[in-house]
Every structure is written in C-alpha cells, then in structure tokens.
C-alpha cells in the first residue's frame, strides 16, 4: 500500500423535509410537527495524494435518520439511497463512481419515514411528504453533500484518541421465568439480568486543518442509537445535537464538523433502567434533560482527548478503502411460527374497529403488516426462493484505524467480536450502514423483542459470517500482510 499526503473536505447539509411528513420509529402513526432542531447530514472527504494523483479515498457521511435503507423487508427488493446518491456523485467524480462512499444512520427515532409501506397516511392530517418524495429530497441533498466535501478537500492531517463516555446501556431484560423483554421491568421479583452487555468506549478520529492549529472535523463513533426523545412527534436529531454543541463549545470552535456513528447497538438504548432513579434525580439536580446530560458527557470525552490528538497528528499514511457484497444466510421462519403469524393476523384483525383510535388503528394495522411479512417469508422458504441476502459492507484503513460497516442493528457483542480480533489499535464499526435489514440479533438472544422473526431477516449464522468476512477484509488492510507481499 503506497504512502500520500492526506488530504480532506468536510460539508454538511440540511435534511429536514420541507413539509410535514410520517415520523418512523414507533409501532403507531405519528405526524411530524415543527423540527426541534434541523436535521443534518454530514460528509468528510478523505484521500491520500501524491504529485497531485489520488492513490485511495473514502467518503464517510452520517445522516440524523432512523436508517438509510429503502425496505423494511430486503428479500422483496430495494431501492438505495446509497446506490443512487453514488450514481449522480460519479456522474461528475467519476473516482467515487464506485465502492468509495458509505453512508449511515444514527438511528434517531425522531426522523422521517422514508418506507412505503410501513404506515397508512391518515386523511384527516391533510397534505404530507411521504416517502418517496422525501427519499427523492433526501438523495438530491447526499448528493450534494457528498460532492461539496469533495470539492472542499486540503491538504490535512489526521489523529486518533479513544475515550469514555457512559451513553448506551442494555435495554433488554431477562426475568427468572427464563422470559426476555425489551425495556422490561427491572423493580419487580421476577427480575434476574439484564441480557448483554455495554460499551462505552468512545472512537474518534481528529480532522485537522492545513496548518494543523485547529481541527476542522471531528468523527465520534459510540455504541448507542440516538433514541433519548424516541416517542416525541417532532423531528430531531436527539442527542446528536446537543453532543455537537458542546463539542464546539468546549473546543472553542463554532465551525468544527461533527460526524457521528453508531458502533454496533442493536440491544443498546441510551434510556437507563437499572440506575433509572438515580439518573432523574441527578438530572433534576442539575436542570438538564437527558439528551443535554448525554451531550455533556459525549463533550466532556472528546475534551478529554484533545491535547493528546492535537500532539499526534499525522500528515502522511495510508488510506485504504474495501467494499464488497457478502451473501448471508436468511433466518428460517418455521411453520409453528408461520401458524402464530396466521393467527396473530386474524385476531389483529377482528379487533379493528371504527371505534379505534389513531393510534390504536395504526398499531393494529403495523402489527398485521409485520405478520404478512413473516408469512410471504415462510411461502418463499418453501419454495426455495429466499435463502440468503447479500449485504454491503465496507472496510476503510486510516493509518492505524479501520472504519468497518454493516446494515443491521446489530447486537453489541459482534461490534466486541470484530473489535478484538481487528490488527487495528482502533476499529470503528459502523451500523445501519448503506441499507437496513433490522436486527442481528446472537444466538444467545433469540427471543424477545428485537429478535423475534418478523425483526430479524439474517440469522444468527449469518452473523458469525458477517463477523467473518468483516475480519477478513479488515485483514486484507494489515500492514503487516501488505509489506509480506
């Protein structure tokens, strides 16, 4: 692998839609009202360069959104946001025409619904964006703000520091029953553990500027969904914002770019339940609400780190940039479970009624909408058309970091797996990445919300595969291996 100067551009665009849209997140309907704050993407442009030619690049772009993938079921085909914003990019960079663009989600449960399937538009809430239009909105504004970032690229230098920060706790509950539940209660007698474990290790990589006084960006990977608000009906980037703000604030730097990423989390929730009486009382202590508490914290770990990233910036290395399709196994649906979806439908069916509610019409209605998809997955099974899925997955070295991505939510413990067998001091995994096939859940953990069968399209096997072939791209990147060569 050849040596370049690095070079970067940083933008950041404004994905709020421009009128009201559905808010995706929750089982029943919620129309958005005014933004709390505006929803942003991200981009950071990286590349090494030598006599003015790139040797390799990648552009990372982080989105407040719930996801960036088109279907809540892959199997029946797909339309990607990541795809088409490579496509019109190329179309005038022909050097990321391909391969060198990923883009994910923070998992905000605040954002717009960019499915076509997953609500009914209610008549009575007037004129709304639904999602095609806004899938249109939101690939024009990727586009562009992939193309700025790289317009904008300098020669840079580049640092990166590992902190802490208490963000993400385990938010499903195992009772001595043998039951699991996500948020369950934890104050009761029935109460055993809870499933898994946490992660608060902070990854970070420090963007610097030509002269290296300042940086211009910072990249702050944590293992938790930005979901502090996740039942509110405004749109909001959660706790990304607030983080942003004291990041700026304690680093005295009102123009610095943040790009945030979820490392693996799909059993994580920022919302604790063990510590839940202590945690409000030291709130109301100190007049913040949580997403604010939560920024404070993710403001005080990149603080934390500053001087040691600002004492080692590097201006020369390596970028190398890997991405593939992967085939994984599909989680078979077994009649006993395609019987309970058939009789799950016609009970869910005999409840609706005029008298329902919104709400209650549009959970019924979400609910039967999960069940067909259990069913059209097991008539497929049967007849041998749906036994694997090909997921993308990228792996890009920056020195001695390497950016891995998957677009699952996918449980903590692979992130832990990938993470301890990567040749990398740091590795940054990166969930909900280039599309959105739900859950991933362990074998340890299949029961329960999150790894039932309507939420969970890959099975366990499939993740020990995708574990796998992430190591080994991650590999394929080892200076090591390279200088054998």
Not at 80 to 98: D, H, K, M, W, Y
Request: proline fraction near 5%; include cysteine.
């Amino acid at each position: 692998m050849h040596t370049g100067q690095f070079h970067a551009g940083c933008s950041q665009v404004d994905i709020t839609p421009p009128r009201k849209t559905l808010i995706l997140g929750q089982m029943h309907v919620r129309v958005s009202k005014p933004p709390h704050e505006p929803l942003t993407a991200t981009a950071l442009a990286l590349t090494t360069q030598r006599n003015g030619t790139i040797i390799d690049c990648a552009v990372m772009v982080s989105c407040d959104l719930s996801i960036v993938g088109r279907e809540i079921n892959p199997i029946e085909g797909k339309h990607l946001i990541q795809r088409a914003v490579e496509n019109r990019v190329g179309r005038t960079f022909p050097e990321l025409a391909s391969g060198k663009i990923f883009i994910n989600a923070t998992h905000t449960h605040t954002a717009p619904d960019i499915l076509t399937d997953e609500y009914r538009i209610p008549p009575e809430t007037g004129e709304i964006m639904n999602g095609d239009e806004y899938v249109e909105f939101l690939i024009g504004k990727l586009t562009e703000a992939v193309a700025a970032a790289w317009k904008n690229r300098r020669p840079s230098g580049i640092s990166r520091a590992f902190g802490h920060a208490v963000i993400g706790h385990n938010r499903r509950t195992v009772y001595r029953d043998g039951s699991v539940m996500m948020y369950g209660q934890v104050d009761t007698d029935n109460f055993s553990h809870m499933e898994g474990r946490e992660d608060h290790g902070v990854d970070m990589l420090f963007v610097w500027g030509e002269n290296n006084n300042q940086p211009v960006c910072v990249v702050v990977n944590i293992a938790c969904p930005a979901q502090s608000i996740e039942h509110e009906s405004f749109l909001s980037a959660d706790f990304w914002h607030d983080a942003g703000k004291e990041i700026r604030k304690k680093l005295r730097n009102k123009d610095l770019y943040i790009l945030p990423q979820c490392s693996a989390a799909g059993d994580q929730s920022p919302r604790p339940l063990v510590h839940i009486r202590a945690e409000r009382e030291m709130l109301k202590k100190r007049g913040l609400t949580l997403r604010e508490e939560l920024g404070r914290r993710i403001g005080n770990a990149v603080n934390d780190v500053y001087e040691t990233a600002r004492n080692n910036i590097e201006t020369e290395g390596v970028i190398h940039h890997k991405a593939g399709l992967i085939k994984l196994p599909l989680r078979e649906i077994t009649e006993e479970e395609y019987l309970a979806a058939q009789r799950d439908t016609e009970n869910l069916k005999s409840m609706k009624s005029a008298k329902q509610s919104l709400r209650e019409s549009s959970i019924t209605a979400y609910k039967i909408n999960r069940c067909n998809s259990i069913m059209t997955r097991y008539e497929k099974q049967r007849k041998g058309l749906a036994k694997s899925a090909e997921v993308e997955i990228h792996a890009v070295r920056v020195n001695d970091a390497v950016f891995v991505t998957n677009p699952f939510e996918l449980f903590l413990d692979y992130g832990t797996r990938i993470k301890v067998n990567s040749w990398a001091p740091q590795t940054f995994v990166v969930q909900l990445a280039c599309d959105y096939f739900n859950y991933l859940p362990t074998r340890e953990a299949m029961h329960g919300y999150g790894a039932s069968p309507s939420e969970t399209i890959i099975s366990h096997e499939g993740g020990d595969i995708l574990v796998e072939k992430t190591l080994e791209m991650i590999e394929s990147t080892n200076p090591e291996n390279t200088n054998k060569k």
